[in-house]
């Protein structure tokens, strides 16, 4: 059974960093692309940043320079550092898998809250 | 630029069916989507991914009563035989190389 469990919310102060992690269970990360996507209090969707499988990254432009996604494969944990946080980034963080471009599976969502 | 435009609502009564729309931005209409349903206080479950025939895959337990088509730029998802538990959020989703985009979302409620 495939399952994704995302930890590492809290809340932090702006210009603060966090780490999420992802520990995947019933498949191997390095062989999918894994992505996150947010979504902000009552808004919609967000996509943030992909992995591929090859280990390419890419971040929307609204954290480009602040993210990063990377993972550990003898863990098969994926992660999203985030630098230089703002009041903007506050928001439920999604752990996803990719499969031929949609998001099949999702964790349940760690709340990340940037206020002072 | 590659755009999904959703109506914010839309309504119908327990029982009958529903067809939200997505509408692909101009010179994407040949794309791919996906439909996701997000209920209250929920994280978002993946319904189905759509083709622009037509032709659509569906989740894990996806009931049959889900089901997609399409039309030039648009893409829709049919309810039929609605319940109490599909009043929700649903997003439709799409991508090009390095970039996944959402619409912004419509929220059912069921009468």
């Known amino acids: 059974e495939v399952q994704l469990v995302e930890t590492g919310g809290g809340l932090i102060q702006p210009g603060g960093s966090l780490r999420l992690s992802c520990a995947a269970s019933g498949f191997i990360v390095s062989g999918n692309y894994m992505s996150w996507v947010r979504q902000a209090p009552g808004k919609g969707l967000e996509w943030v940043s992909v992995i591929y499988t090859g280990g390419s990254t890419y971040l929307a432009d609204s954290v480009k320079g602040r993210f990063t996604i990377s993972r550990d494969n003898s863990k098969n944990m994926v992660y999203l550092q985030m630098n230089s946080l703002r009041a903007e980034d506050t928001a439920v963080y999604y752990c996803t898998r990719v499969l031929g471009g949609i998001f099949d599976y999702w964790g349940q969502g760690t709340l990340v809250t940037v206020s002072s | 630029q590659l755009v999904l435009t959703q109506s914010p609502s839309a309504s119908a009564s327990l029982g009958a069916s529903v067809k939200l729309t997505c509408t692909l931005s101009s010179g994407h209409s040949s794309y791919a989507i996906a439909w996701y349903q997000q209920q209250p206080e929920k994280g978002p479950r993946y319904l189905m991914k759509?083709?622009?025939?037509?032709?659509?895959t569906k989740g894990d337990g996806i009931p049959d009563r889900f089901s997609g088509s399409s039309s030039g730029a648009e893409r829709y998802l049919t309810i039929s035989s609605l319940q109490s538990e599909d009043e929700a959020d649903y997003y439709c989703q799409t991508w090009v190389t390095g970039t996944w985009v959402f619409g912004g979302g419509t929220k059912l409620t069921v009468l």
């Open positions: 759509l083709d622009s025939e037509g032709s659509h």
